[in-house]
């Protein structure tokens, strides 16, 4: 009998041991981050940076405009974990991140970020949105499911991004078996029973040349001079002999491609051409190898300056051009293009297009490690020449992820128990269609919405994650911080991965000032409310 | 006109600023509510799934396309109804029948999305919903809660596309329950020490970014929210406020309730209300399926025309009840019918609308083409110039395209 009551007192201690500990610095060696600044130290690399940086030193001095000083190194932590795995870090990496030399934290968490599985997963559900639209209907959910998990195992593998692009535009298969596929089968169109090539047009220049020639589906681009009908629709019939048949996607060889004419009516047969550089398209292959060829070669500018800007956006919150997605050629040119994205572009192509080198990149420069606060007054001038960092809103999943992350200390990834990560899945879904998804273009600067709101103050997940349950953070924290000042910085750490300023500390330290058990708990638990509802929290900065 | 310049003038101010939350705003906006002799609100029963046309409101009784489909008398001479909505049948003297409406979409999601916008779905923009520009172009007469809602809505909710997300319709679920996420979950005294701590994070996060974090609206938002959150008129989507009998006369059914509380909701002056009622998909079973949700849909709209005109609300009010598209008029093997963009029916009432009429007819033979064709967005130039909004006044999308609020035709012929 004493022996039972022992055994379950031992398991209570170490239970509360554990949680304790997880407010502060594990060593267990599987949760240990590796930070390994390799990658970013060879001479090319830092060559490259330091041309990138120059351009915009340069830029700043022509403007006579003062940059901001370097953000503090945690913010900056905040924003890679952001772009890359979609959420905030935890506390636990927090913890092993100050422990680093400060000189080469930064590039190691980048490089260790690079190789996390929530790299590849995040990335690849970001570049779908791209590739294969938002939507989300039942009917394509499947195929966008598989299409992701594919991207998701080439990104972990570091496949070149030019080799992912071909495949893309021109496998043939069951989408079960080749899911590359699914990026033509994304598009199957009820009434045609088959592949919408006007679709897939728009797709290809946009997603991966960067360019809007869509207004062109329908009457010559208004814009764009050199962009006539007959161009977009060319191109279009470059998928023209693509069948789709059940779940099999195949080039027949045969048959010429027809579009109807939506202003003057009637319809046309028109064969394949490409819009621009036409000695870059291969004589051979099927005709969708042969597009894939020309919209990947080294030599088409657009491909690598497309990925470059895309990236970069998904990045920062804003892409170095205007857009993601130029409305004329000119837009893209080289005297109309910063020089930073001339510079990082040539180095993508010359690179294999090797995405983890580029996202190193741009990671390592100065701009991406500029503070988004200065202590003069910050106009849009500095903000269109990145003297300042942008502040931009974040995407739902990166709001509820790290909404999600902030509830644990301990870092939620593949190591994570099943039921957490599914938890985690759907709990980000429903919050998604909850919160509403920006359905055309994601870099839009906009407000967020009331709903989006009264979501965080009010609805169930958000709130489900502040209370004072047991192994939530919050009360972790209301049970083992060792002081009130260490139990508000612990909080502050989790969700806004910063310190409080003396001011906050003691505003919140005072508030959990001598309250001790299920009172001090919910002290904590209002203290995660407010900062889930803090402008920072739901902002990239 | 210098009413007109005064209704401009505040239609920008609801749209973009809290002007419309001073006591100045709110009652100028109601005076120049007063003057208009437009309809106010529009209510759409969305019929999810695409509605067979034949068993509803297009009912060709005798002929092979019927497969059995009766047809009924209702109150307006010479209008024929489907059996099973012979409670609508007592108010045809005040509904608008267009039995020729078409459009190129025969997919679910292309279809809501033409006859939501008026629209095709288009790669370079994103076209607002009706309610979007509805609400967008008639001033906020001091309403403190959305005025653009969505009751029990299917995946693709009406949006607010290039007009901005805050356009969006405002999503909520059967009122029998409470509104989603405007209720704390901790007693009010609580909730607001929280928002008073928050001001501690935001003035250190606005120290270096002052009017970047202005910029954000994040602030504005906020306070919007928690005003609405404490807003009377929340009550007006508690339906369990009307008596017994009114809720009886709606049926007991989600989307009766849903009818209810966007008529509730219309009083205190929300602009647009969609209320869905879905599962007209009918590829097999056709007529089971649509006898089972005529006898939701029959009294809920019945009751709506009857309680709205009781009110004397019914002139301020469009209502337009439509799905995405109709169905095959020859049953398939699974006794079934099909998707049908060809010819199907709209049904409209209150606004303005003339009442007791039909335009257009489909072939009874069960033929593509019809007498008096209507395209989709024909509705919306109708439904705009009932509630005074100039359908061809353009919209500019962010990459500099201009389009018309709506390129369809007004149906003159059933416009009072």
Redesign the interface.
Known sequence: MWGRNLLFLAFILVIALAMRASLFPLSTASRKVNFDPTPTEKDDFRAVVSKVDQSFREEWANKELQPAARADDLAVARRLSLALTGSVPSLEEIRQFEEQPPEKRLDGWANHLLHDRRYADYFAGRLARAFVGP?D?PLIAYRKRRFIAWLSDELKQNTSYAKLVEQMISAQGLNTDKPAVNFIAATF???RKGPDAE?LA?RVTRAFLGL?I??A?CHDHF?EPAWKQTHFQALAAFFGQTKHSVTNITDTNQGEYKFEDRVSGGTHQIAPAVPFLPELLPARGTRRERLASWVTDPANKYFARATVNRVWAMMTGRPLLRRVEA?TLAEMSDEKIPPALRILATDFASHEHDLRRLILLIASTEVFRL?????F??TDAH?EIWAVFP?T?LRPEQVIGSVIQSASVKTINQQSHIFVRLARYFNEKDFVK?Y?D????EF?R??????????M????LV?GKAKDELLSASTQIAMFAPTDAAAVETAYLTVLTRR??P??SN??AA?LANTTGDERK?RLA??Y???F????Q??N? | MPHLHRRELLAAAGATSLAWLTPLGTALARAAEKERTAAKSVIVLWMGGGPSQLETFDPKPGTNIAAGTKAINTAAKGIQLAPGLELLADQMQHVALVRSIWSKE??H?RGVYTLKTGYRPD????HPSLGAIVCHDLPNTGVEI?RHVSIMPD?WPA?G?VL???Y?S??VFDPKDKV???????PKE?FE??IE??K???S??A???????D????????E???K??SSDQLKAFDVSQESASVRKEYGDTPFGRGCLAARRLIDVGVRCVEVTLGGWDSHANNHEITTRLKGTLDPAFAALLRDLRQRNTLKDTVVLCVGEFGRTPHLNALGGRDHWPHNFTAALAGGGIKGGTVVGESDPAGGKESKDRRAAEDLHATVLKAVGIDWEKTFRS????TFARSEGKPIDAILG
């Open positions: 939507e209907g169109d009820e009434n679709k728009i809007r869509d207004c589906q814009l409305q503070d988004s606060a200065a202590e007054d910050i903000d502040l809103r909850r509403g920006a359905a055309d273009d839009e906009a407000h967020g919405t009331i709903p989006q709101r009264l979501l103050m009010n609805g169930d709130d409080p300023t001011k906050e505003h919140f508030k919910r209002d203290l409310w407010v900062l509802n803090a402008t920072e739901s902002w900065h | 025969g997919d999601e790669p370079t923009v994103t959305p995946q949006r596309g901005g997300a805050q969006d405002f999503k989603p996420d405007v209720t704390p979950h901790v609580r020490s929280r701590d928050l501690v994070v935001e250190a996060f120290k270096g970014r002052g009017k970047r974090v910029a954000t609206g994040h602030k504005d938002t906020m919007r929210a928690h609405l959150m962010p990459i500099g395209r």
